[in-house]
């Protein structure tokens, strides 16, 4: 771990990241890259540079990718990894983590969230303001879970797919890769296609 933590990324979703990350009290210094020049602080922090300008701080800083679309996401987090940086994750205190839970590089667990036993969640994804994801559950890589989520037990979200605002999903039910839910849905059954699905339950959007 470094002294200096670089988030790249100074939009609204970066300085909910920025504030987890003051919160651990992990780094001595946080600081922004961000491809906006007109940007040139947010929440106080100062943005340093472009993206492009991470590999020059490669020695000195730890990484965090804080950009909500998840496949630009994947590709700037892999291209990290690949580089060889150092790509951390970030939990807010307020957590609660239950027993046999694991969790990829690149993912941030945001305030009021619960993780109960024996789940799995991917590398680069955002678990969201006061979701629950009860025992059990694979969340693959780079899948968004919106703030307010609710998954039941045994629930599986395939790599890439967005879980929008207050959906509630039933126990034991699979959600492909590439899927996005719409906000406030239900999910009963098990989506194999991917694609938009809104509603109570879902239906596939046009
Ligand atoms: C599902 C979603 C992605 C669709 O976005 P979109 O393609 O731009 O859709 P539109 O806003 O053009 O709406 C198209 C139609 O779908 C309906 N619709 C859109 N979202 C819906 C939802 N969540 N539930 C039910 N119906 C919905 C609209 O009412 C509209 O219906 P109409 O044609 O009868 O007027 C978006 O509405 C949504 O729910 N996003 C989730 C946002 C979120 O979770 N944000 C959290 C970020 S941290």
Redesign the pocket.
């Known amino acids: 771990m470094k002294d200096k933590l670089i988030i790249i990324g100074a939009s609204g979703h970066g300085k909910v990241v920025a504030d987890i990350a003051i919160k651990m009290n992990k780094w001595q210094s946080i600081a922004f890259l961000d491809d906006d020049e007109s940007i040139k602080t947010s929440m106080g922090l100062v943005v340093i540079g472009k993206t492009a300008d991470a590999f020059t701080y490669k020695d000195n800083a730890d990484f965090f990718v804080a950009i ?1 679309t998840n496949d630009t996401r994947e590709r700037l987090q892999e291209k990290l990894i690949d580089e060889g940086l150092n790509v951390v994750t970030l939990i807010h205190p307020s957590v609660i983590i239950g027993i046999d839970v694991e969790i990829g590089i690149g993912t941030v667990i945001m305030a009021g969230v619960v993780i109960n036993s024996s789940s799995r969640i991917g590398k680069g994804c955002i678990i ?1 303001t006061s979701s629950s994801l009860d025992h059990d559950n694979i969340i693959e890589d780079y899948v968004h879970i ?2 307010g989520v609710n998954l039941a037990g045994t629930v599986k979200v395939g790599k890439g797919s967005w879980i ?2 207050g959906s509630t999903v039933s126990n034991n039910v699979n959600i492909c890769n590439g899927c ?1 839910v ?4 239900v999910l009963v059954k098990d989506i194999t296609e991917p694609g ?1 699905y ?2 109570v339950p879902v239906r596939k ?1 046009d």
């Open positions: 909500g969201n919106s703030p929008g605002i996005k719409g906000a406030g849905a938009t809104v509603g959007k």
